[in-house]
């Protein structure tokens, strides 16, 4: 994300995490090496993540899901090469965080008191 006004940011990261598919590809990009994976490594994995099949789901990441994340900064999708990097975006792995910590426990103590 290019880190302009912090509204539009956060506008941004909730856009980009909207879809599960979108959270399951920066939580693999997050936990691979060097933070890069070849497109069909990171199509079975995110396939993985999501319970989707992965010859459904590739398209869709490689024709509407990872361009997005490009096109915001938060990934270096290179499809000529079939490679996918990531650099941390400190902003939207915070957010992702406390979205993931939606399901647990300690948020539902939390948002009942």
């Known amino acids: ?24 590809v920066i939580e693999v990009l997050r936990t691979a090496p060097r933070g890069s994976l070849e497109f069909s490594a ?14 459904d789901l590739a398209p869709a990441l490689y024709y509407s899901h990872l361009p997005k994340l490009d096109a915001a900064d938060v990934v270096d999708f290179d499809a000529e090469a079939g490679v996918v990097d990531y650099d941390s975006e400190p902003f939207i792995e915070r957010c992702l965080d406390v979205a993931g910590t939606h399901g647990s426990e300690q948020w539902t103590r939390r948002c009942s008191k």
């Open 1 to 24: 994300m290019a880190g302009g006004d912090a509204e539009d940011d956060l506008d941004t990261a909730f856009e980009l995490l909207s879809d599960r598919r979108r959270r399951a």
């Open 42 to 55: 990171l199509a079975d994995a995110v396939a993985a993540v999501t319970d989707d099949d992965v010859a």
